[in-house]
């Protein structure tokens, strides 16, 4: 009696991806990190709207709008403010 049949199995019927895909994470893509404000608990991807969010909040109070001066009671209000009003 034989114990192998002869035929040896090879990985031939495996389908390769038709598109080449570099080893790396997906989760993890470089330049993706994110920009968190601690006053308003907001993220931001972008390091340009991060940095022009973070020009908004005052040295002294942080919910006083550095452009205007306006004094807001909180993170929501401070965020309704400069998304509502234009400093331009
Ligand atoms: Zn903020
Ligand atoms: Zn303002």
Same mark, same amino acid.
């Given at each position: 009696p034989s114990l192998h049949p002869g035929a040896t199995p090879e990985p031939k019927s495996v389908v390769r991806s038709p598109l080449p895909s570099p080893?790396? =994470?997906?989760? =993890?893509?470089? @330049?993706?990190e994110e920009y968190n404000c601690s006053y308003c608990d907001i993220a931001f991807r972008d390091i340009v709207m991060y940095t022009m969010h973070m020009g %908004?909040? @005052? %040295? $002294?109070?942080?919910? $006083? /709008?550095?452009? /205007?001066g306006q004094q807001t009671t909180d993170k929501v209000a401070f965020f309704l403010h400069i998304a509502r009003s234009s400093h331009s």
């Open positions: 080893p790396t =994470s997906p989760a =993890s893509a470089p @330049g993706k %908004y909040h @005052g %040295y $002294q109070d942080p919910f $006083q /709008c550095n452009m /205007c």
